[in-house]
């Protein structure tokens, strides 16, 4: 009786998770199929819906005409694509670069040693991690003015590379190191440099890709920060090329944002394993 009333539950669960999966799956779907359909039939379909003209928005499952134009278009005919393309880059990576030789010692110092304000330390780089862009955007603005950084790819660089929320990701990570394993070296010898580079490190690998891989998806997909520090369209990362095609251009914005999709699913398909990791550890240390 036990064992049917589990299959019933197991049964309702699935029906339940089928259709959620498919509302996920449908927009990447809806690009896909998007970015292979001519223009005629992108604005047949969703012209409606964009005020093209009158009618009802609809959409083929598979593309009537499949054709390769829109991708095409993209690659070979649009060269500011590209710019932008390696703006993103540039940016994210550096970022990332950043976060790593910046973020891991500020962690480890606060997740290892004991100094007179450590607490109040934590708790400022919590707040900070709270706070929306739209609250520090005057003073990162007035700082980058003073220093003379504003519409340079450097004004999106720096304050990323300081951004608390890989700090906090990191310092989880290495709260998971077992405390018994750092004392054993202290007691060989070890100081604070040795225990951070030969224990912490390789250790922490999985906080660290974690913060690593969602500090590249942030810094990819970042708009507010390039709009506002950017006037030169020359710095531009690929997501306002995006914000900057009109509704004339229906399949070019399906490739584009299809060919932008592919960075942060290879980034996160190589992180996904320690990202599960290093949060299911900061979760049983917290």
């Not at 499949?66 to 993209?74: C, F, G, H, M, S």
């Not at 603005?141 to 929320?165: E, K």
């Amino acid at each position: 009786m036990q064992k049917k009333n589990k299959a019933k539950r197991g049964h309702w669960i699935w029906v339940c998770l089928i259709p959620a999966a498919l509302l996920v799956w449908w927009p990447l779907w809806f690009l896909c199929t998007g970015a292979l359909m001519p223009e005629e039939e992108l604005e047949l379909t969703v012209g409606p819906a964009l005020g093209l003209h009158n009618g009802f928005a609809t959409w083929h499952i598979l593309p009537t005409w499949p054709t390769l134009e829109p991708l095409l278009t993209l690659l070979l005919d649009t060269p500011q694509f590209f710019v932008m393309f390696w703006n993103s880059m540039e940016q994210s990576v550096t970022q990332v670069a950043g976060q790593l030789l910046v973020g891991a010692p500020a962690a480890w110092a606060i997740s290892r040693l004991r100094f007179h304000g450590r607490g109040a330390v934590r708790g400022l780089y919590i707040v900070l991690m709270l706070l929306p862009f739209q609250v520090t955007m005057v003073p990162s603005y007035l700082v980058l003015r003073q220093f003379g950084l504003l519409d340079t790819p450097w004004a999106v660089i720096l304050p990323g590379i300081f951004s608390t929320f890989p700090v906090f990701i990191m310092e989880r990570g290495f709260d998971a190191i077992p405390r018994e394993v750092l004392e054993s070296a202290a007691i060989d010898g070890a100081n604070h440099w040795h225990r951070f580079w030969n224990i912490g490190i390789p250790l922490g690998v999985p906080g660290i890709i974690s913060a690593l891989t969602l500090g590249f998806l942030d810094a990819w997909n970042a708009i507010e920060q390039p709009i506002t520090f950017l006037k030169s369209p020359q710095y531009w990362p690929l997501s306002l090329y995006l914000t900057n095609l009109d509704t004339e251009q229906l399949g070019l914005s399906m490739a584009a944002s299809l060919l932008m999709l592919a960075p942060s699913v290879l980034v996160f398909r190589f992180g996904q394993t320690y990202l599960e990791t290093g949060l299911a550890a900061g979760a049983v240390k917290g």
